[in-house]
């Protein structure tokens, strides 16, 4: 079977800031949340840092040609706030402007779709020190001011953008469990960021359709379908709670204005509410994006969650046995929805991760019959240890692992699902925030690793060449 993908389908490729780019501190650029953090000891594998990273900096132009040798329609990288702004607000660093124009040139005269994304999670460091980052609402206008020079100066030449960069995990890695900057543990910090964040992208796109009334702007969301354990129905219940605390929460929030009801409830019960204004309610009502970016690298599975292990019974409410409780001390409303499983038909990565083709059609096909907008796929790929060996490296588990996703992909356009395009994460290697060069993803191998960035030099794997024919056949060349 030849898979049918749309003629202009963005046969694409990903990237984030921090993680490429380099030059922390060139050219007039600003700290970052991420250049601080990643000097705390012990924080990240080998205490690896973005200072060098895979220098796209210094060498986006030899690596813009080998995204035109391998036909690529499409790249998605993202700006820096604190190359634009170095403190967050107030002056404009030209330079940092500068560089991004040169890329965005670059890539449109090789026919390369520029896809931005706005926030990659390297928030200014300013805006933390000074403000407290994304629990001060103030920080709503200090991105919309952000954006707006942005769409000002590059509104003409981009056609989609991107808001925030999986919501979903930076917040909680960030405020929940402090493996990420701002390094906080505090189940209501988090759920008072994460409003503050969606305030923010709502303004946004508010801004970009009256600035840049002709193109696309929408956010990405790290999706994953959650199944349940079997067909009992308490197991089925658990898992449309799932679905709804772990997606819906997000995603009615940006398609639809407002966040579920049931999980509100909850979060009252449990004492991990926060504020909603009436004007933020009309805020978040005003900022629906016109495509849906999705991230997919796998899902869950749940049973029903085990009451006899929830402490505190006495306010068990009778009209919803799935709202237990109100356990000051336990703050975990998951414990209270649903109990997460592993799910015995799937295999993992070498990293951990569950494999699951089947579950991105699920997933496309989902979101898409609940929210009816375009889906990009903003993200999609495979962590692995890659081993350079006589010169080469022969990644056949990576053309398989993107072989099978994609298949799925084509199998949901035939669904009914408008899909605008596939970006792989990521084009070259880049730097894993937490895992330093060990977990790589890329078509293109950069020669480094996590002690020393002398080299830098980029190799072509065996993935690049099958995706090269993948994107001259439009998807024929997949083996279905
Ligand atoms: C890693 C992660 C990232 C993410 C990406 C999310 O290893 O650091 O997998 O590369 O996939 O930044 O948007």
Known sequence: MIMKFPNDFLWGAASAAYQVEGAYNEDGKGLSIWDEFSQIKGKTKHNTNGKVAVDFYHHYQEDIK??????????????SWSRILPNGEGEINQAGLDFYERVIDELLKNDIEPIVTLYHWDLPEKLQTKYGGWENRKLVDLFVEYCRILFEK???KIKYWVTFNEQNVFTSLGYRWASHPPNVSDTKRMFQANHVVNLANAK???????LVPNEKIGPSFGYGEVYPLTSSPAD???AVNANQFNNDWWLDVYCRGYYPEKILR???????DFEITAEDLKVLKAGKPDFLGINYYHGGTVKAPD???VKNQKDFDKTDPYLMAADKQAASPESYLFESVENPYLDKTNWGWEIDPIGFRIALRQVYEKYQLPIMITENGLGAFDKLEDGKINDQYRID????HLVQVGKAIADGVPVLGFCAWSFTDLLSWLNGYD???GFVYIDRDDYSAENLTRIKKQSFYWYQKIIESNGGKLEV
């Open 154 to 156: 590059f509104g003409a």
């Open 66 to 79: 080998l995204m035109a040798e391998m036909g690529l329609k499409a790249y998605r990288f993202s700006i």
């Open 439 to 441: 977990k790589r993803y």
């Open 266 to 272: 909850l979060l009252k019960k449990l004492h991990l």
């Open 401 to 404: 692992y993107l072989n099978d």
């Open 204 to 210: 946004v796109i508010q801004l970009f359709h009256k």
């Open 236 to 238: 089925v219940l658990a």
């Open 307 to 309: 009451f006899e292990k």
